[in-house]
Nanobody, 117 residues
Framework: QVQLVESGGGLVQAGGSLRLSCAASGSDFSIAAIDWYRQAPGKQRELVARITTGGTTTYADSVKGRFTISRDNAKNTVYLQMNSLKPEDTAVYYC???????????WGQGTQVTVSS
């Protein structure tokens, strides 16, 4: 089973940047995509960005032009570069594997991102 570990969160002022990392313990052929989600207090978890195994990327409208998802296959790591951060980006950020049958693996601990105004 592939294990994921998120890191890179922290406290940053509005307008600042952070880069989140999602390190995978391995890979297998049942992965369709790696997604970054976030969950703010009192809100539902929402999809922020996705990168498929073919390299196609998609973003939530709220982060388009500010966030970039990328991967380093040699390091089995997916990154989320977050620029021009806003207070409304404050949330716990999670990465997860979207399997080819449409389900996710168990959710990890996530990494806290706090943007101060």
């Amino acid at each position: 089973q592939v294990q994921l570990v998120e890191s890179g969160g922290g406290l940053v002022q509005a307008g600042g940047s952070l880069r989140l990392s999602c390190a995978a313990s391995g890979s297998d052929f049942s992965i369709a995509a790696i997604d970054w989600y976030r969950q703010a207090p009192g809100k539902q978890r929402e999809l922020v960005a996705r990168i498929t195994t073919g390299g196609t990327t998609t973003y939530a409208d709220s982060v388009k032009g500010r966030f970039t998802i990328s991967r380093d296959n040699a390091k089995n790591t997916v990154y989320l570069q977050m620029n021009s951060l806003k207070p409304e980006d404050t949330a716990v950020y999670y990465c997860n594997l979207l399997r080819t049958w449409g389900q996710y693996d168990d959710w990890g601990q996530g990494t806290q991102v706090t943007v101060s105004s």
